[in-house]
């Protein structure tokens, strides 16, 4: 007798989670939208992740245990991806919780949305790792991105997206190839790729998972996620999008960020032209053979790419509206 397809397919990776799977798997034993399965990839475990995993799935035929063979977060997740059945396909980590009308919710909203791919929602931090206010900035940056002309617009900032809060599409998934294996932010890389390929995003306001700040979560402790990966992969996407023909690169900031930036284009063969900065001890300087130039200059450079190399929110929103009041703003590029 063939199996009913589910509406929606949780993809929940699992290593060494044994304290946290069972609140884990509670939220979604709570959750309104019953028409759900869990694909459980444990990821060579050496803890009882999977002897957890076993029992639950003995007691709800939702939930299907797997085993990945310890080759890793992207494996784990594409062999869930490969196993689910369902057209809608939510991620999950094992340390999170999932408020109760999350599914629901989500697959609500997609149903009601087809043109939207990929749909996130708010979180809020659960825990409280030492030193994690740049995490609880994180998450309030990225709440207030709801719409696709917002997530877009800061793409190239941060993640815009927090990922065990998605809700994708499986053909969408299936259309990118699945997660990439690479040196990199695997998540960020699928949100680049999206966008790539014209997909588009949402995000719904109301706070439906409690995402754990751990002190050995992978985006602290594996150098996958470090800053300069990030970099690169913006980058990369950057070189196919706006920077696709030949044009010289004009940097807002030259702090840190701003250095950084043109150093990495400047080896790639692109032609740094200006620093665009407010400092004045800065203006007039030159910094990596390119002048530091104030605002009233910033225009002087037609066809030129505009990257607001800035690190503070504040501040790339103050260089979007120099940007307007010059009518460079469908050239600029806030990256971070």
Known sequence: MAQIQPRVSVLLPVRDAGPTL??????????????????????ASRDDSWRQLDAAAASDPRIVPLRAGGRGLVAALNTAAAAAR????????????????????????????????????A????????GNAGMRSYVSWSNALLDHAAIVRDLWVESPLVHPSVMLRADALRALG????????????????????????????????DWRDA???????????AAERFRLLKIEAIEAGPLRRPRAVVVWGAGPI??????????????????VEVDPRKIGQHIHGAAVVDL??????????????VGHAEARERIRAAAGRLGIVEDLVAVA
Do not use: N
């Open 22 to 43: 069972p609140a884990c798997l509670e939220s979604l034993a709570a959750q309104s939208l019953a028409d759900y399965e869990i694909v459980a990839v444990d990821d």
């Open 86 to 121: 369902a057209p809608l396909l939510a991620r999950m980590d094992a340390d999170d919780v999932s408020h109760p009308e999350r599914l629901g919710r989500q697959a609500h909203w997609l149903d009601a949305h087809p043109d939207v791919a990929i749909l996130g929602c």
């Open 123 to 130: 979180v809020r931090v659960l825990g409280g790792a030492p």
């Open 178 to 209: 699945g997660y990439r294996a690479f040196d990199g932010p695997e998540d960020y890389d699928l949100w680049l790729r999206a966008h790539a390929r014209g997909l588009h995003f949402a995000k719904l306001p109301e706070i439906l998972l």
């Open 215 to 225: 002190p050995g979560r992978l985006t602290r402790s594996d150098p996958r996620y």
């Open 258 to 275: 701003g250095k950084g930036w043109a150093r990495e284009l400047r080896r790639r063969g692109h032609a740094v032209a200006a620093f």
């Open 296 to 309: 009233s200059a910033a225009g002087g450079f037609p066809g030129a790419l505009h990257l607001a190399a």
